[in-house]
T-cell receptor, first 112, second 110 residues
Framework: DAGITQSPRHKVTETGTPVTLRCHQT?????MYWYRQDPGHGLRLIHY???????DKGEVSDGYSVSRSKTEDFLLTLESATSSQTSVYFC???????????FGDGTRLSIL | SQQGEEDPQALSIQEGENATMNCSYK?????LQWYRQNSGRGLVHLIL???NEREKHSGRLRVTLDTSKKSSSLLITASRAADTASYFC??????????WGAGTKLIIKP
């Protein structure tokens, strides 16, 4: 498996609280992505990064922010969590934008 | 928006049989990729086929691409219990972003 670690793996929190998910890679890949996966949907892109401090929005970016201060770490923050953000969140990496992506094992987030 | 749509949504076959899954998409693509997801795990890349390719093989996997019909198929031959998983197609748009289908859940019965 590619060296991708997501933390935490599971989290339960309350509506209105801030939440930060971390993705750490040891592959030195340039691109990093955050997706959410919900039943009946494919993966949906939240934000992605194409380098340190270089990020862009995906399809479902509202309510989420990201930061990438180091090549190896990509943080996803829910500033004020809502129940609609209950989901499984996946981080992925790729060497270049047109290369296959490698995924972490996900973070299951429940917002009550 | 969902670009790819897999068909069928679920497929149950006997071990040793072949499994075929289809993917349709809506807009022009740079390439199409297939991924596998085991329960509770992340997705694993299986195969990438470029828009100018028609067929590609990898072990027991065979992928075809028909850009005129905007469709692709994934064939798994001689299925095994370990092939039980969900399979997703993803199309790469002009911005190199992947757009995903909702997946086909494959169950291999012993």
């Amino acid at each position: 498996d590619a060296g991708i670690t997501q933390s935490p793996r599971h989290k339960v929190t309350e509506t209105g609280t801030p939440v930060t998910l971390r993705c750490h890679q040891t592959e030195n890949h340039r691109y990093m992505y955050w997706y959410r996966q919900d039943p009946g949907h494919g993966l949906r892109l939240i934000h992605y990064s194409y380098g340190v401090k270089d990020t862009d929005k995906g399809e479902v970016s509202d309510g989420y922010s990201v930061s990438r201060s180091k090549t190896e770490d990509f943080l996803l923050t829910l500033e004020s969590a809502t129940s609609s953000q209950t989901s499984v969140y996946f981080c992925a990496i790729s060497e270049q934008g047109n290369q296959p992506q490698h995924f972490g094992d996900g973070t299951r987030l429940s917002i009550l | 928006s969902q670009q790819g749509e897999e068909d069928p949504q679920a497929l149950s076959i006997q071990e040793g049989e072949n499994a075929t899954m289809n993917c349709s998409y809506k807009t022009s693509i740079n390439n199409l990729q297939w991924y596998r997801q085991n329960s509770g795990r992340g997705l694993v890349h299986l195969i990438l086929i470029r828009s100018n390719e028609r067929e590609k093989h990898s072990g027991r996997l065979r992928v075809t691409l028909d850009t005129s019909k905007k469709s692709s198929s994934l064939l798994i031959t001689a299925s095994r219990a370990a092939d039980t998983a969900s399979y997703f197609c993803a199309t790469e748009d002009s911005n190199y972003q992947l757009i995903w289908g909702a997946g086909t859940k494959l169950i291999i019965k012993p």
